[in-house]
DNA sequence: TATGAAACTTGGATCGG
DNA sequence: CCGATCCAAGTTTCATA
């Protein structure tokens, strides 16, 4: 048996929410650097059986501290060249306001968010061309009652890159 | 022959760097909703052997459509429940401007654009404390000689949303 | 000391690449 | 055809009583 790693059957993951576990947090590292790496990879680095790190997973997916893999695509190769940020403000502030789930259909929204300062929401676009972002935009207003601010990304250094985590 | 399916070998993508072959989409889709998904899982749903499905994923690594794959993680899970966009702006417009290269080794940056509008970038950022967060902002002033306005978020409705593609 | 829960390992069947 | 995944025992450890 290996001696250079600790011994079998040691504490396992804690039951609270929280990730504190240091094998989990490899785990969850490791498949968030490689969604694809296969499970005999993943017990490799972090010292178990496949089994274990199978059962580990499984357990991370149903505590929904890993809501899901994605594939990240480069946005010019798939006609997603233009993205921009867009604050959005109700106009009647007295309204019921509700725009996170009235904007949910538009496909070209990747992220919203809901802000401190002088908007009320910031979201996150992807589309091909100028017409287009001119034209969600429009469709934005209308869905939602909002007034908009937009800022176009010129260029984009990085993105999605993994978090990182503690330990 | 089969007019319904392609012949193998016969004409695939096309050489060109852009995504205007509609089984590749169908490929591409399927991965960015769900990055372990089997070879087999794919084929079935674009209707090709496993083997096809296998070589246009390779191709589509090759040509950097597709530059890599992600586990999703819950924030709150790992510790990093509070996140904010922080807009920057050079102190001395005379120097050279290299702040994306200068900020890439604060692992807490998610993301970097340049932008039109009144800053130079904004940039996407994940801590855990209020605490974390003022310690970022200074060491992102100190690294890269810029002026901050950071506009913290509230609550993420969504994010990561896969890139809807045409067709 | 005895017992039960939780986690790891092993080995074999099945499926996927 | 090889490797990965899944599943069903058997074993160890730790925390109870």
Redesign the pocket.
């Known amino acids: 048996m290996s001696v250079l790693e600790d ?7 804690r039951a609270g929410a929280h990730l504190d576990d240091p ?1 989990d947090a490899k785990i969850v590292q490791e498949m968030s650097l490689d969604a694809r790496a ?3 990879q993943v017990s490799q680095v972090v010292g ?5 790190v ?3 997973l499984r357990r991370l997916e149903a505590r929904g501290v890993i809501t899901g893999y994605r594939a990240i695509l480069d946005p010019e190769a798939v006609g997603k060249s233009l993205s921009a940020f867009i604050e959005i403000t109700p106009l009647d502030p007295s309204q019921p306001d509700n725009a996170p789930e009235l904007l949910e259909h538009l496909a070209e929204i990747e992220a919203c968010h809901s802000i401190a300062g002088d908007a009320s929401y910031i979201l996150f676009v992807r589309v091909a061309t100028p017409r287009d972002l001119e034209a969600l935009i429009r469709d934005i207003r209308l869905a939602a009652s909002v007034r908009t601010r937009t800022t176009v990304v010129l260029q984009t250094f990085y993105e999605n890159r993994p978090i990182s985590l503690p330990g």
């Open positions: 011994a079998p059957g040691d504490g396992g993951p094998i296969t499970l005999s178990l059986s496949v089994s274990a199978q059962t580990r």
